[in-house]
């Protein structure tokens, strides 16, 4: 887990990366980012895909099937 990030057992359901991630850049390339603000659009991208795929699902069927998928994580990188 990131120390920037705010965490714990009760408050989290679903997380996504927020170090490294590899994101475009100006100039046509590509670097590595650092921040919540990042890791963002990964999970909005998974409900985009889940909804493009089933688009009369509800928030919380698409909620479950994101838990139902995510893998557990340790809180460490």
């Not at 009760?10 to 990366?17: E, K, N, R």
């Not at 100006?26 to 990964?42: D, E, H, I, L, R």
């Not at 493009?52 to 809180?75: F, I, M």
Request: charged share 10%.
């Amino acid at each position: 887990r990131s120390g920037f990030s705010n965490y714990g057992t009760s408050i989290v359901t679903l997380a996504a990366p927020g170090e490294g991630v590899i994101v475009a850049y100006p100039g046509n390339n590509y670097a590595s980012a650092w921040g919540t603000s990042f890791s963002t659009p990964m999970v909005a991208g998974a409900v985009t895909m889940l909804l493009q795929r089933n688009p009369n699902w509800t928030a919380t069927q698409v909620e479950n099937e994101l838990k139902r998928r995510a893998v557990p994580g340790d809180g460490t990188l």
